[in-house]
């Protein structure tokens, strides 16, 4: 009879241990979970204890190959969310109950805005403002995080650029980012919603796609040293950008939910580089000096020691309206939330590099 009465007691205790525990642990839903930073974040928070919710969209075949490359998948639990669909969203939301929702999803991809302005203008734009809708509704919270990006700043008004730097987008994306900047803006002093906006500049890892110039450049690279390919064709060599490591801004983008007041953030490191400039560098990693010559008016990249060419320009990777020079001013997020990348340019270019020919050596090349 006694044993009878300890082991419910026992039990009791177990569960509310396990009540409170659940109470304690925070839940976070990560859109975009599929993509880049949805990787890197879940790893992220799953290491500071929370409880991550993944939401991908429905495909004939989910992407989940980042998710398994760091180790992750099975860690968190996936549900099905398109941003086209305010019911599905309304509904994961009420299911998973989150502390914390961080936006990630978007036609990320600037080139395809052109082509596809009113899809992405409808998942980068109002998709957000679906979202923001149901927090809205629901009284204010969970925190919100938007990802913004320097594509806002488009024909830099100043530079470097930060959070009071005037805007002006040169694609559709851009243009559908800001509206979606604004937006969380307007939600925040409107609804007194926990609403964050992170303009982060471009990041890259080596669980970049394949489309985006850098790892397009450090995976033809691997090609190339493994005799698999012999030139890489590139479009506006010159254009600048503020390159710093994936896995340095998913931390800045918690470290904003985390603040007493809810702010927007440039996070970037501070430093240029060409695209031109990114490509000797790649191509040093895989022993191969490039000298350029003007053929025309073509450019092209040759191998100093071969007089093989290893890059060549394809106007039709050109945009129709470009983003020249991107350099961001991270010293409020410094100030504030004491952020700094770790990972400079040079070694960010080695780390894809060495990646990509370890993938090409044993014929794992999956995105
Ligand atoms: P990414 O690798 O292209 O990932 C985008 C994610 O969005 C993927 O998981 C994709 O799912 C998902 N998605 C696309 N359309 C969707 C829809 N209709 N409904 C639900 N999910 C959808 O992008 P990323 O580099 O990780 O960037 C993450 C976010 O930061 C994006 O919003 C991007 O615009 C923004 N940003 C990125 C950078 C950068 O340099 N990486 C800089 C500034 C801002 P699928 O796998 O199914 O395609
Ligand atoms: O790598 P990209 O395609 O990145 P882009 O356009 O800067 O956009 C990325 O960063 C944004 C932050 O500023 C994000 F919001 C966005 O979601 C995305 O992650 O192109 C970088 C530069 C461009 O100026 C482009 O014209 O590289 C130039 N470039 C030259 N040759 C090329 C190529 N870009 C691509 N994708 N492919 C080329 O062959």
Not at 17 to 40: H, S, V, W
Not at 91 to 104: A, F, G, H, S
Not at 228 to 252: H, M, P, Q
């Amino acid at each position: 009879m006694v044993d009878t009465i300890n082991l419910w007691s026992d039990l009791y205790i177990l569960l509310s241990l396990f009540n409170y525990f659940n109470f304690m642990t925070k839940k976070a839903l990560i859109t975009g979970i599929t993509g880049q930073d949805g990787a890197y974040l879940s790893n992220f928070l799953l290491k500071k204890g929370y409880k991550v919710y993944g939401a991908v969209r429905r495909t004939s075949s989910i992407n989940t190959a980042r998710l398994s490359d760091l180790g992750v998948l099975d860690k968190i639990e996936l549900v099905t969310l398109d941003l086209s669909e305010i019911t599905n969203i309304q509904r994961v939301i009420e299911k998973t109950e989150p502390d914390e929702i961080y936006n990630l999803a978007a036609q990320s991809f600037v080139q395809t805005s052109y082509e596809q302005p009113i899809y992405t203008s409808d998942i980068d734009g109002i998709g957000v403002t679906r979202i923001l809708e149901i927090i809205r509704n629901m009284g204010g919270s969970p925190k919100f995080y938007q990802a913004s990006t320097s594509e806002m700043f488009g024909k830099a008004q100043e530079s470097p650029q930060n959070e009071k730097t005037p805007f002006y987008p040169r694609s559709p994306y851009g243009v559908a980012k800001l509206y979606s900047h604004w937006m969380t803006i307007n939600y925040r002093e409107s609804w007194d919603i926990h609403a964050c906006s992170g303009i982060l500049f471009n990041h890259e890892s080596p669980l970049r796609g394949s489309e985006f110039v850098t790892r397009k450049i450090s995976l033809g690279m691997a090609e190339i040293k493994n005799g698999k390919k012999d030139t890489i064709n590139l479009g506006n060599l010159s254009a600048e950008r503020d390159w710093g490591f994936a896995g340095d801004y998913v931390e800045a983008m918690w470290l904003m939910l985390q603040q007493k007041e809810p702010d927007d953030y440039v996070i970037a490191t501070g430093q240029t580089h060409s695209v031109r400039n990114f490509t000797e560098l790649a191509a040093k990693a895989v022993g191969i000096d490039i000298e350029w010559d003007i053929n025309g008016l073509a450019e092209r990249g040759i191998c100093k020691k071969t007089g093989k060419i290893i890059i060549s320009v394809d106007s039709s990777f050109n945009r129709p309206a470009e983003t020249e020079h991107l350099l961001g001013d991270a010293s409020k997020a410094e100030r504030e939330l004491n952020w700094k990348p770790t990972v400079n340019f040079e070694s960010l270019v080695e780390m894809m590099v060495d990646h990509d020919l370890k993938r090409v050596e044993k014929g794992l090349v999956w995105f």
